[in-house]
């Protein structure tokens, strides 16, 4: 049997409370298990009770911060719980927590690839560079293809890059083959850089001609 010595209550919002007991012990816990153990300075604990406390505190604690990340960013199931395993959260625990969060439709993969598709788009990406993404997020392959379906045509993405890349200018060789490598990088294909080279040039020209 132990005795609780302090409470603290953490530092910022969400923090976790720190749990002091007699004995010297530190226990670091989420809220939720504090107000269902009803710690509290003064009370006695014994040896069992400390067990259910740690416990509850790896489902709870898994569970909130699988909320914040979730929160913070589109991730995929997959990458969810890879990114509770980095933080130390226990693997059956990092489970439950996705678990939990597809249960209340709050994890939904589908739905993932959409957003990072519509965001990726929205940069200026090609099919490639997105394909990319959505393996880099844990996307499951059998989920690209209806996620990219409603990809619009690149060429004005291609056109708008190379606008901003050249102002208006005329550039030589050396400057349209590191435009060509940068489309490429951004997951852009050959065959769409070339005729928008080519639309580039030929509105120069027709420029001139004016």
């Known amino acids: 049997m132990t005795r609780?010595?302090?409470?603290?209550?953490?530092?910022?919002?969400?923090?976790?409370?720190?749990?002091?007991?007699?004995?010297?012990?530190?226990?670091?816990?989420?809220?939720?298990?504090?107000?269902?153990?009803?710690?509290?300075?003064?009370?006695?604990?014994?040896?069992?009770?400390?067990?259910r406390v740690r416990e509850a505190n790896a489902h709870a604690s898994a569970k909130a911060r699988a909320v914040r990340i979730v929160s913070a960013s589109n991730v995929s199931r997959r990458e969810l719980r890879r990114r509770l395993l980095e933080k130390g959260e226990d693997a059956e625990m990092a489970d439950e927590a996705v678990a939990w969060l597809s249960e209340l439709n709050l994890l939904d993969d589908a739905q993932t690839a959409r957003q990072l598709v519509q965001s990726a788009v929205r940069k200026g990406y090609g099919p490639a560079r997105i394909r990319q993404i959505l393996y880099q997020k844990g996307i499951d392959r059998s989920l690209w293809d209806e996620a990219m379906a409603d990809?619009?045509?690149m060429d004005g993405a291609i056109d708008r890059f190379l606008a901003a890349r050249f102002g208006g200018g005329t550039p030589d060789e050396r400057e349209i083959k590191r435009a060509a490598d940068a489309l490429l990088r951004r997951g852009h294909s050959w065959s769409d850089i070339r005729p928008a080279l080519r639309r580039y040039t030929d509105r120069l020209e027709d420029g001139m001609e004016e």
């Open 4 to 51: 609780v010595e302090a409470l603290r209550e953490p530092p910022v919002r969400g923090g976790r409370f720190t749990v002091v007991l007699e004995d010297g012990r530190r226990l670091r816990l989420e809220r939720s298990v504090v107000e269902e153990f009803g710690l509290f300075p003064g009370r006695e604990v014994d040896g069992e009770t400390l067990l």
């Open 151 to 153: 990809l619009p045509p």
